[in-house]
């Protein structure tokens, strides 16, 4: 049912002290609007609870983004596009624009605005985990003054914020200096834009001498507020990242997270997939490589710029073993840099039809096997494909005969039930971690089998994109 228009006050005083003077005088009364795109869905379902709406939109003290040399101070009111376009926001916070790009399409990213995805305090928010990682904090306004606080304390529980009645967001402040860390974002959601997380993280990260000097998780979709997962954290600060290091990391984030079952997803999905991006993460931060070594990706990255198309496409072939991915991104040539072939590669992919997903599916041996799918008979896969299967499966040769044979029996199992092999991102993982993720997916539906298996190909081929890289 559609609401009433009549039944509803909107107001537009113009400035900033008629605003938080308008919520002084009827506190809790007056709700602010600024792009509208919650508000307006709720109002449009009749579902709006509030009658008095007070307009925001295009405040000069909500919209500026002010950059000083300790910080970065953003209006409340700025876009998704104002966050894209800003030169000092892609540079050093890589985490923010990455969910500026995530969330809705182009005209949502126009009007939704940074201090509304705060204060709306949905725990599936894109934005809100890389505020947590970048340790901001925010300015609320009032008639009594400004007042400072963390962002990190904002959240109280579902839907719950320590805004005041008679306050407003101001800004957000996220201080300069993350510009040395390793960052990883990933959202995990029915389509990458243009619907609601699953689960989503954001992370940073910074090794020295091998170990982890320093770490910051945060997870959307897991709890009742956007979580920064600080006990996961303290297991691997300090320490080495090796296969029983992201055991413990994993037992740390089940331990942490809270999540639910809702129209979206399951409790169970969301802690076996938030395992997975915390181990996805710390995965990359060790592999992360040196400034002489990325100088080496540019030894691969640039001939193969400028080779043919059939050569270049059998060059890069192996890393995903889907001819349509390869040609598509061969026609996106050339590439600056890593970052800009592993984005391109993660668009190309989701774009794909399933019958392309399915070839390269079949480009994979069995788990446990040395040989690929004979599904598609008269493939065979590159060798450099067959040779990365081998290491991938590594946990899987050495692992114990009950093992092999439990593998053996859930293959045939899966086979059976959804007509092609099991796929999985083996690397880092170990063999009854494959196990029990085999076993857990053989519950799944045919349509959330197939984006599960296509997420974890996903996976697989980011990984192999950085070996080829590095030659």
């Known amino acids: ?281 710390l995965n990359r931060l060790r592999s992360e490589r040196t400034g002489a070594e990325r100088c080496g990706v540019q030894d691969v990255l640039a001939p193969w710029n400028r080779l043919p198309i059939d050569e270049a496409m059998r060059a890069i072939l192996p890393c995903c073993g889907c001819k349509a991915w390869a040609q598509r991104i061969v026609a996106r040539r050339p590439f600056v840099d890593e970052a800009a072939l592993v984005v391109a590669s993660d668009e190309t992919w989701r774009n794909l039809t399933r019958s392309d997903w399915m070839e390269a599916f079949h480009s994979h041996p069995r788990i446990g096997e040395s040989r690929a799918s004979q599904s598609l008979p008269g493939q065979s896969p590159p060798a450099q494909s067959v040779a990365w299967s081998a290491l991938e499966q590594r946990s899987v040769e050495g692992a114990d005969a009950d093992t092999k044979i439990a593998l053996a029996d859930a293959n045939r199992e899966y086979e059976q039930r959804f007509n092609r092999i099991f796929i999985v991102c083996a690397t880092g993982k170990s063999a009854p971690e494959i196990l029990e993720s085999l076993r857990r997916r053989l519950k799944n539906d045919a349509e959330t089998e197939l984006h599960e298996a296509a997420e974890q190909q996903r996976q697989i081929t980011e990984i192999r994109l950085r070996k080829w890289l590095q030659g």
């Open 1 to 281: 049912m559609r609401s009433n228009p009549s039944d509803y006050e909107m107001v537009a005083p113009g400035s900033l002290q008629a605003i938080v003077s308008l919520l002084a005088k009827e506190p809790g009364v007056w709700v602010p609007i600024a792009g509208g795109t919650d508000v307006m869905v709720q109002y449009a379902a009749g579902k709006l609870p509030a009658r008095k709406l007070v307009s925001i939109w295009n405040l000069p003290e909500l919209r500026r983004i002010e950059v000083t040399a300790g910080e970065i101070r953003i209006g409340a009111a700025c876009t998704y596009t104002d966050l894209r376009k800003h030169e000092i926001v892609g540079s050093e916070f890589p985490l923010l624009q990455s969910a500026a790009r995530w969330t809705g399409g182009v005209a949502n990213q126009n009007r939704g605005t940074i201090g509304g995805n705060i204060v709306n305090a949905s725990p599936a928010a894109d934005s809100l985990p890389a505020l947590l990682v970048y340790g901001s904090e925010l300015i609320l306004v009032s008639v009594r003054g400004e007042r400072r606080l963390p962002y990190a304390s904002f959240h109280t529980g579902y839907k719950k914020t320590l805004l005041a009645t008679d306050e407003l967001l101001q800004a957000v402040c996220l201080p300069r200096r993350f510009s040395g860390y390793f960052s990883h974002a990933r959202k995990v959601g029915a389509r990458n834009a243009q619907a609601i997380s699953k689960v989503c993280i954001a992370a940073l990260g910074r090794m020295a001498d091998g170990v982890v000097e320093d770490v910051r998780v945060a997870l959307g979709s897991v709890a009742p507020i956007p979580l920064r997962l600080t006990e996961t954290e303290q297991t691997v600060r300090g320490k080495a990242i090796d296969s029983e290091r992201l055991l413990l990391a994993r037992k740390a984030v089940a331990a942490e997270i809270q999540p639910i079952d809702d129209i979206r997803s399951t409790a169970r999905y969301r802690a076996v997939v938030a395992g997975n991006l915390v181990a996805e993460f």
